[in-house]
């Protein structure tokens, strides 16, 4: 029941007035990206059409709205039969938005939209909000693989979700378990301090580290003093070390020092982990640095600075009486066109770099080969269409990431704050053709 | 199992070298509160104690850590029987928190402790920085009530966290059918811009809402011309409409006009609450414009610039082969005393306001009456105190909450940045008696 009390209060009215079943089209969409984004990434698609396809209202749930009085019987009998029956689609997960691009449609009665809008714009907000940050960071670490680690500095179910948002922006495994376990992720992580101050000396900590997990493993150093640490290892892993970690000081200077050490021991396959307090212009400090992967927590799991998405969920049409349907729009910023289904093109060169996002109303107009087609069905009649949910969903969700990132004129990809590297152009359909 | 991957091959390594065993205390607290607040909550306790008493291995997660040998079968087997058999203690939900308060602790082996490290942290770190950002909201409202309805601007499952934190700190009630349900905290909404535009006139929407709900109802009334809009809500509903809401434009000359309206056409008690994207500066902003209440959303679920409340999880004391706890710290940072149980008070001067935050290791000092313990078992040899959780334990934490503010002095309630209201001291127990 992941829904506002408005929700059914409003389903309840429309209900009595009979409003409640006249076919709508809703439209999830961000008026803006956050402050000094060139672009956004749409996340949580997979995840929320798996909601979306067991949201239903339980004998809890509604023995709950009667005790409270929240709704009427009509609107409590309504509930009892509720799921979903409509159609859903929009932008592919892992892909780029931009201001006002048309992320998620839902096509339905009203009562029907109205009961997902809560739950919709929960997981939509707070996954693309991740995966925006996510992928900053990935473009600032260049080649070397991110670690997604922030499980703990945020709720835990927003751990997850916010594990598998990074995971489609790029990132190459995560600490978190459960995401793992959900959607087939990598996951990774070896030891903290609290594992080296249970033993009596570094040493038998790193000892009985090595005896369990074999030289592979990832030896923290910076508990006490790091250069006797990463002696300490050496001498008792030798050359077949895996890694060291560092997750305090100063990265920079110590990434120096510790690969002078480790080569100068022999240990020139050992890799170096950085961990503390990253974000995406800390990554880029350190890329100058011998350093091999990146350990990033705090920054990523809250948005690096904007945690949520402000998508919006708005009423863009519904049918009349005569069951023609009309567009609306709150106050005078009503459009003189027919409503329903939209349609949206990102707009290629010559050299299949974006220039523009195209969004119009109407059918899609046919395609000159340059502009590639952003809408696409995820449920029909309530049934969903294969791959875009589980594991595979977020496979194919971080490969559509990577594609449309390498669409992106250079700009997109400095960190410094501007405006969206595309303009939102609308259309109408007769005017696409060039 | 909302856990780090790092937990679960630290508890391989520490069962192989036999350190698993040793009775250690981790210590959650916080190093510094958020840039420029004067005080954090504690809040996400209730939450965490329910979690901690079902915290288990299933098959489902046993298979998964044996398919892809995060653990070996030794570790396989201890976390199929694990439950937590320790001791937890702590301050108070809803109490409130300094740098460095021993928020909570958990006395257990090290293995018990270490599985319940990240989801702890999740938690409290998650519940806290919203609860803190909503007793900020709440203090620059004064009297009038604050809804909170931020669901959408935050992952599904923090929105029920949220909102919970959010009634702890004050917040009258909320969106969020879920939180209603789980914690038994009072619901409120009625409608939304869609449920206008769903009619085929205002007019329409508010008879259908008015027949439905009553005239006791909250009609929405800036989707067209709010001036209209009133008068056609009190047309239909007369003097006892209940209230307007007001959900953009300039809030502060909106809602003088609207009062001055309902007013001159009879409707003094029709209430006007405002909703448009408040934080605790817009809603003191208000304080002088005749509304009756604050609808609160993206600001406090992201909990109004500091989203977590940087809380760790260290160890702060274990055993040694004698079974003698040692304190234990990284670097250079240890303390030359003997670990175990902290205590922590509240020093409160003859007005009974507090001035000081002090905290020290071993035995509670006998007490002079004006320093207020703040240590609490939650947990004993794994079973739960009673009171602490569940819709009694918000409810208890909200009182908590509302009398720990009382004792805090003036200047605690300035929105503006500043150090910690009172500071923490560290102390010997034999110099507490004063």
């Known amino acids: 029941m992941f829904t506002d009390h408005y929700e059914l209060t409003m389903l309840q009215a429309a209900l009595h007035s009979g409003?409640?079943?006249?076919?709508?089209?809703?439209?999830?969409?961000?008026?803006?990206?956050?402050?000094?984004?060139?672009?956004?990434?749409?996340?949580?698609?997979?995840?929320?059409l798996e909601g979306?396809?067991?949201?239903?209202?339980?004998?809890?749930?509604l023995d709950f709205l009667a005790a409270r009085k929240v709704v009427n019987d009509e609107t409590l009998a309504w509930l009892a039969d509720f799921a979903f029956s409509g159609n859903i689609y929009g932008y592919a997960e892992g892909e780029l938005y931009?201001?006002?691009?048309?992320?998620?449609?839902?096509?339905?009665?009203?009562?029907?939209?109205?009961?997902?809008?809560?739950?919709?714009?929960?997981?939509?907000?707070?996954?693309?909000?991740?995966?925006?940050?996510?992928?900053?960071?990935?473009?600032?670490?260049?080649?070397?693989?991110?670690?997604?680690?922030?499980?703990?500095?945020?709720?835990?179910?927003?751990?997850?979700?916010?594990s598998r948002a990074a995971v489609i922006a790029g990132f190459h495994s995560t600490s978190n378990l459960e995401c793992?376990?959900?959607?087939?992720?990598?996951?990774?992580?070896?030891?903290?301090?609290?594992?080296?101050?249970?033993?009596?000396?570094?040493?038998?900590?790193?000892?009985?580290?090595?005896?369990?997990?074999?030289?592979?493993t990832t030896l923290l150093v910076d508990t006490?003093?790091?250069?006797?640490?990463?002696?300490?290892?050496?001498?008792?892993?030798?050359?077949?070390?895996?890694?060291?970690r560092l997750d305090s000081g100063d990265l920079l200077a110590q990434a120096h020092d510790v690969r002078a050490l480790l080569d100068s021991l022999g240990n020139v396959n050992t890799r170096i982990t950085v961990t503390s307090d990253l974000d995406e212009f800390a990554i880029a400090a350190l890329a100058a640095a011998p350093v091999d992967s990146y350990g990033v927590g705090t920054s990523l799991v809250t948005g690096a600075g904007a945690p949520t998405a402000s998508?919006?969920?708005?009423?863009v049409s519904r049918a009349g009486n005569d069951g023609d349907f009309v567009s609306v729009a709150k106050a005078a910023k009503n459009k003189a066109s027919v409503g329903g289904k939209k349609f949206a093109l990102r707009r290629l060169?010559?050299?299949?770099?974006a220039t523009a996002e195209l969004v119009g109303i109407g059918e899609l107009p046919e395609n000159d080969g340059n502009d590639r087609p952003l809408i696409h069905e995820f449920m029909h009649d309530g049934v969903l269409a294969p791959g875009w949910t589980g594991a595979e969903g977020v496979r194919r969700a971080a490969e559509r990431h990577a594609a449309s990132m390498a669409e992106l004129p250079g700009a997109a990809r400095r960190l410094q704050r501007g405006e969206?590297?595309?303009?939102?152009?609308?259309?109408?359909?007769s005017t696409v053709r060039n």
């Open 98 to 162: 931009f201001p006002n691009s048309p992320i998620l449609s839902v096509e339905s009665t009203f009562a029907e939209a109205c009961m997902l809008e809560t739950y919709l714009l929960s997981v939509l907000n707070h996954d693309s909000a991740i995966a925006s940050a996510a992928s900053r960071m990935i473009t600032a670490a260049g080649s070397r693989p991110c670690i997604e680690m922030g499980s703990r500095r945020t709720q835990e179910e927003s751990a997850v979700a916010a």
């Open 224 to 244: 006490y003093d790091v250069e006797a640490a990463v002696r300490k290892a050496v001498a008792l892993a030798g050359p077949a070390l895996g890694g060291v």
């Open 311 to 315: 998508m919006v969920y708005k009423l």
């Open 349 to 353: 060169n010559e050299r299949g770099l």
């Open 19 to 48: 409003s409640a079943h006249r076919r709508s089209v809703f439209e999830a969409f961000a008026r803006r990206l956050p402050d000094g984004r060139r672009y956004g990434v749409v996340a949580g698609t997979g995840r929320l």
């Open 52 to 61: 979306i396809a067991e949201f239903r209202f339980g004998t809890r749930e």
């Open 420 to 429: 969206p590297v595309i303009p939102t152009e609308y259309i109408q359909p």
């Open 180 to 216: 793992g376990l959900r959607y087939g992720v990598l996951t990774q992580g070896t030891a903290a301090h609290s594992f080296t101050l249970l033993h009596d000396s570094e040493e038998e900590a790193f000892r009985a580290q090595l005896e369990s997990m074999g030289a592979g």
